[in-house]
């Protein structure tokens, strides 16, 4: 046999080599072969992170360059996908599942952790089955201070949250919330807080296979008149700052046992015209400038809370005033870069594009759209890597 | 209504006994039971708010008509998310055939105004199937965050059946609202 | 546990059952609340089948009437599906590929049968991975005369055939045909004929386990000058046309031991414009008319092939003449209804959408476009059930 | 030319052997092997067509440029059917990072306009990835069915690969083709 195929695929190789030789003797300069290759890594520098999730088939993650919106590349996940940069932005942690006849049979859910450099997978972890099948957004996916541990948030529609530890690669608790929604780590590891239905914030702290649930004063937030998204960042004072339906920011202290509300900031008092935040992801935040960024809405009416942006707001935590306000159409997430020359990026629901807004005139803080692409298709949240 | 109790309970009887063997915490069955309990269905039955504003259809330039139910703006679609049934093969009530009934849905209070009365509005997806490509919807009157699981729109309410792909959502009236 | 549980549950039920008689009180009529159902069937009446392949999630097959263009529903499958339905028009074959991780991973490949009256699976049948991961077309998913077999067009990139027992619902047989595609059932289910690169047919007749390959006389077409497309349909006097490149129909009787051309018919002699077959499916015939109907385009050149019609030509094999040139933009894939007065329907490239022409002249024979739907997105292959 | 060469001992190595593994029937895998080979290598070394018409771009409305690789109209892409790869991370003989090559390909012959010859061009896929957004040209230059399976562009070359999905198409050029 072997004998048999070395003298066929001696055949094979005289009749190319003769057709090459014949080929290249005619041709004036010689002929260099091409060669097929692959890209080993991307192209150096901060990124942004489109978050391209499907409900029938592979998710698409989009990874751009932040200055010159470059596609760098992209990886693969399962259904519904929620996306996340490890702490130090070298890693991107990706949950999604995948049915065994892609749309029934048997379900695996699953955080990826892929590289992003290079863009391969360093580590596959399954997950219960419980991971929420939900729109892309914040709080679904986290990661703990010290991004030791990887939290998934559950709906069976009972809610709970999975722990997932980074290095064992493996589940290592599961804690049942019920009522609550939406991760916000804390500054201590082994603590996050969420969410809940009756109005207050629940801290969850672990300690060791445990963990004891606080409570905060129950109406900390009112769910029928000033919702809160399922969104919190933290400031340069390690307050987390949660957005509400109506356009105020909760500032939370999320330091002691239970949470407590410190102070409720209104970034649309003083302003005419009804204005809300509006979309999946309403908020970004540059902690140079101490600054939020928001996508708003003008004529908010009940049920317009995700409804997209006509302006994104510009609004200084410290000083406590708006300080730019730049039109931008259409967008339901929001990302800044950091540093003290922001450039915003937006998830853009009727164009099905990713945007890029850059500071128009720097004195007055303004932005306008730089650059905008397509092939992120529809999103709902978007991330920076650093 | 029966079908709202019938799916309610048959998700506590399901889900959270298998949660529950899940977990082995400092966390009783009991109170995690009554406090989900307080969270779904107590969401479902959520007075009205004070605010009767028309909600917005995904595709703001048709034309608007809250009594055609191939509108977005058709009044029972006050706090839909997806693409409708009615559009796949089914109707405004059933999925089209081959397609699995979700056990649980979100609810919505919609204002219909042909008799003035609101009207409680089970959202129900339909599974184990490609998400259809028919006539998609989003309005949010009233729909909350996850804390507010029954009723929230942005998840994947196939969440507790065996075939959990989304294809598509019917909207059913399982009651008149408090007050109505 | 169940006593508490049952405790919890009349509290629940008292405050559902309490709000409701509170409400219905009120109410002028008693309200009665819908019932959330499943449709049981779809309508009855012939249907167009609509093969929307995906190249990244699950591929979505849709029905629609034939009459009204209605929805009537759809299933689903996994990657770059095929379609056939059976020969009594009763259920629906599709092959398409499962990847573990979507795009990647341990691929299985399948061959499901749907009942199309309920659009529920009646059984799955898995076959090797070899199966072409094509664009959908004909002759790659076939079934033989008596319906007992399912030929399945393999691609490594070498070529060969998975035979399928229904009944068994299993793989029992493969056959290599190296250097052929596309696979044509003969009136004896024993037996296929596949298209050659060296311009032959080769018919494969199947004994017991054991296979017999003949071929036709070399050069039966040109592959450079005038290529087939791996299409073929069966006429009322029992042989098989192929269309080509450049508009012959091939008359192939396929009975004998080994396929032998019968005639040449060019269906566009005498036409002024260079029209020439495009798509991917670029005919269809009606029995009782003894009509092909062929997707052209003007102006045809070296690799126009699959290039999307500008007409649809009517074309009476009885009397060999053009009946009549009907303007049809954009389509890809041809299928006509049965019966003295057909429905066509065609897969718009352009528009995404399935297209149905109608009789708009019965004494010119010529068609409009009556119906539209862009539910089923690109598709390149569509195909009625009866 | 070593590449291409490679790639086709590659994929008989691998796939029919394995191929021939899985078939017990009464033809030898000599035959089996000469015909496979005659057919996928031969049909790469095809003499050119007797007909030099430029193929037309997926996209006809937009500009025709036959030297600008982003553009569909682009000489090399006589007979690509694909997701240009330079538009999805990649360049226009390279795969996007972490996508894996194609160990087989389709082979078009292009006519190069600035020096007047002819190129053999290998339609490479990379793999592994979901199927990339970046911009789509088909056009179809000598391209043959499945039964000159090194010609034919209507199929996943990512079939040899062990990961199989379908990214994006590059186009390098591995030959003067013959007679050029």
Sequence with gaps: ?386 | MRNLIDQMFALFDKRTESMSRNMAHNHGRRSFLAKAGAAVIGSAMLPLLPFEQAGRAYASEEEENPMDPNSCSYWRYCAIDGNLCSDCGGTLTSCPPGAEASKVSWVGTCHNPSDGKDYLVSYNDCCGRAMCNGTYCLKSERERPGYQMGLHNDINWCMANTSQGYHCTVAVLIGLAEGA
């Design chain 1, 1 to 386: 046999m072997s004998f048999k195929k070395s003298v066929m695929y001696s055949a094979i190789l005289q009749c190319l080599v003769g057709t090459l030789m014949f080929s290249s003797a005619q041709a004036e300069t010689k002929f260099v072969p091409e060669k097929f290759t692959v890209e080993q890594t991307i192209k150096p520098g901060p990124n942004v992170i489109v978050n391209g999730a499907s409900w029938d088939g592979a998710s698409k993650i989009h990874i751009y360059g932040q200055e010159e919106l470059n596609y760098q590349g992209s990886v693969s996940a399962g259904l519904v996908s929620q996306t996340l940069p490890s702490k130090d932005g070298k890693q991107l942690y990706v949950l999604s599942h995948y049915m065994k006849r892609y749309t029934y049979g048997p379900v695996e859910s699953a955080v990826q952790i892929f590289d992003i450099n290079t863009l391969t997978e360093a580590k596959e972890i399954i997950v219960p089955n419980k991971a929420a099948h939900a729109i892309g957004m914040p709080g679904l996916l986290e990661r703990n201070y010290d991004d030791s541990w990887i939290y998934v948030q559950n709906a069976t529609p009972a809610t709970s949250v999975t722990v997932v530890d980074k290095k064992l690669g493996k589940v290592i608790n599961e804690v049942a919330v019920p009522g609550c929604f939406g991760i916000f780590p804390a500054k201590d590891s082994n603590k996050f807080s969420t969410l809940c239905g009756t109005g207050a914030i629940k801290s969850v702290t672990f300690n060791g296979n445990k963990y004891e649930i606080s409570e905060s004063k129950s109406g900390l937030f009112d769910v029928k008149k000033d919702a809160l998204y399922v969104q919190a960042i933290r400031n340069v004072n390690g307050l987390l700052m949660i957005p509400s339906f109506n356009g105020n920011i909760y500032m939370v202290d999320d330091s002691g046992k239970a949470p407590k509300l410190v102070e409720k900031i209104s970034i649309t008092k003083g302003t005419e015209g009804n204005w809300a935040p509006g979309g999946y992801q309403v908020m970004s935040y540059n902690k140079s400038l101490d600054m939020i960024f928001v996508l708003m809405h003008p004529d908010a009416y009940e049920g317009s809370h995700k409804d997209a942006s006509s302006e994104i707001w510009a609004y200084s935590m410290d000083k406590k005033k708006i300080i730019s306000r730049s039109p931008a159409e259409n967008l339901v997430a929001l990302a800044v870069s950091q540093g003290k020359t922001p450039i915003l990026f937006g998830s853009n629901e009727e164009d099905e594009t990713v945007d890029q807004y850059t500071l128009a005139d720097a004195k007055a803080f303004t932005f306008t759209k730089a650059g905008s692409d397509d092939k992120t298709g529809w999103s709902t949240n978007l991330q920076v890597d650093q």
